[in-house]
């Protein structure tokens, strides 16, 4: 289930941001428990990405770079520090970083992700259509295990470009790896209803929305369409189901307004 923190960080580009350092297969380290170090490490790794979560990127800034002090050249810290940067929309100072944490680990999928992440969002998308190439090809990527989000950055930065019929292709391939991606439902979903193809849209929204229910995007969209093709009653019914969720927050409730209010609006004509 996608977190309310990345949703709420970075709403304004759905990108694949991963905060946790993942583990390659056969890569894992089996002394972890029994260091010292590494524990004092993960602790304060901790501390940094609880501020981010709490949506205080600025503190979490403050206390990674005193992390950076003290390990310079450790790739999990500089792939944090990057994230920070991110979520703060320093581009360029995000880019730096975690090409130093993909140069000290190249074939950790979180950094190459992360990396063109950061490529994406600061509009150098041909640095990041070759990152992904190169990697989609590698021996690491076949056995990743999340292969879906290499595909669905591809997909980003097409339609981005502005390419809609590229950026449908790599979000089907993401959608094969992995039929429940939330982010690549959402956005395939979006291209869908863009081609009038609404009926296939809200198919993927409904697939959205059972891997997410607390999430208001998918609703918004299928309320959107609904509303759009005069079926009020069935938009209404759709809200209604969404708002008698319990774990709702008060910015769903404001988007729950919203919605009602655009529906309210149609009826009026």
Same mark, same amino acid.
């Given at each position: 289930?996608?977190?309310?923190?990345?949703?709420?960080?970075?709403?304004?580009?759905?990108?694949?941001?991963?905060?946790?350092?993942?583990?390659?297969?056969?890569? &894992?380290?089996?002394?972890?428990? %029994?260091?010292?170090?590494? @524990?004092?490490?993960?602790?304060?790794?901790?501390?940094?990405? =609880?501020?981010? @979560?709490?949506?205080?990127?600025?503190?979490?800034?403050?206390?990674?770079?005193?992390?950076?002090?003290?390990?310079?050249?450790?790739?999990?810290?500089?792939?944090?520090?990057?994230?920070?940067?991110?979520?703060?929309?320093? =581009? &360029?100072?995000?880019?730096?970083?975690?090409?130093?944490?993909?140069?000290?680990?190249? !074939?950790?999928?979180?950094?190459?992700?992360?990396?063109?992440?950061?490529?994406?969002?600061?509009?150098?998308?041909? #640095?990041?259509?070759?990152?992904? =190439? +190169?990697?989609?090809?590698?021996?690491?990527?076949?056995?990743?295990?999340?292969?879906?989000?290499?595909?669905?950055?591809?997909?980003?930065?097409?339609?981005?470009?502005?390419?809609?019929?590229?950026?449908?292709?790599?979000?089907?391939?993401?959608?094969? %790896?992995?039929?429940?991606?939330?982010?690549?439902?959402?956005?395939?979903?979006?291209?869908?209803?863009?081609?009038?193809?609404?009926?296939?849209?809200? @198919?993927?929204?409904?697939?959205?929305?059972?891997?997410?229910?607390?999430?208001?995007?998918?609703?918004?969209?299928?309320?959107?369409?609904?509303?759009?093709?005069?079926?009020?009653?069935?938009? #209404?019914?759709?809200?209604?189901?969404? %708002?008698?969720? +319990?774990?709702?927050? !008060?910015? @769903?409730?404001?988007?729950?307004?919203?919605?009602?209010?655009?529906?309210?609006?149609?009826?009026?004509?």
């Amino acid at each position: 289930m996608p977190s309310r923190c990345f949703q709420e960080t970075f709403k304004y580009l759905i990108l694949m941001i991963f905060i946790t350092a993942t583990s390659l297969p056969g890569c &894992q380290s089996l002394d972890r428990e %029994e260091s010292p170090t590494t @524990d004092k490490l993960e602790t304060k790794k901790q501390i940094v990405t =609880n501020s981010l @979560d709490s949506g205080n990127p600025a503190q979490a800034l403050k206390e990674v770079r005193a992390l950076m002090e003290e390990y310079p050249a450790n790739p999990e810290v500089l792939n944090l520090h990057g994230l920070i940067q991110l979520s703060l929309r320093n =581009n &360029q100072k995000a880019a730096e970083t975690l090409e130093k944490a993909h140069q000290i680990q190249p !074939e950790n999928m979180t950094y190459v992700l992360n990396l063109s992440s950061a490529y994406i969002q600061g509009g150098q998308h041909s #640095k990041a259509t070759r990152l992904l =190439n +190169e990697t989609i090809k590698s021996p690491a990527a076949k056995s990743y295990r999340y292969r879906e989000r290499l595909f669905h950055n591809m997909g980003l930065i097409a339609e981005l470009s502005g390419d809609s019929v590229r950026a449908e292709r790599w979000y089907g391939r993401a959608l094969e %790896e992995n039929p429940t991606n939330f982010m690549t439902l959402l956005k395939m979903a979006r291209i869908l209803e863009s081609t009038h193809r609404n009926r296939l849209a809200i @198919d993927k929204l409904e697939t959205a929305k059972a891997a997410c229910a607390r999430c208001p995007e998918p609703v918004e969209g299928m309320v959107r369409i609904l509303v759009k093709e005069n079926k009020l009653t069935a938009a #209404k019914a759709a809200l209604d189901g969404y %708002e008698k969720n +319990e774990s709702l927050t !008060e910015d @769903d409730t404001r988007r729950i307004v919203e919605m009602k209010r655009m529906i309210a609006k149609s009826k009026a004509r």
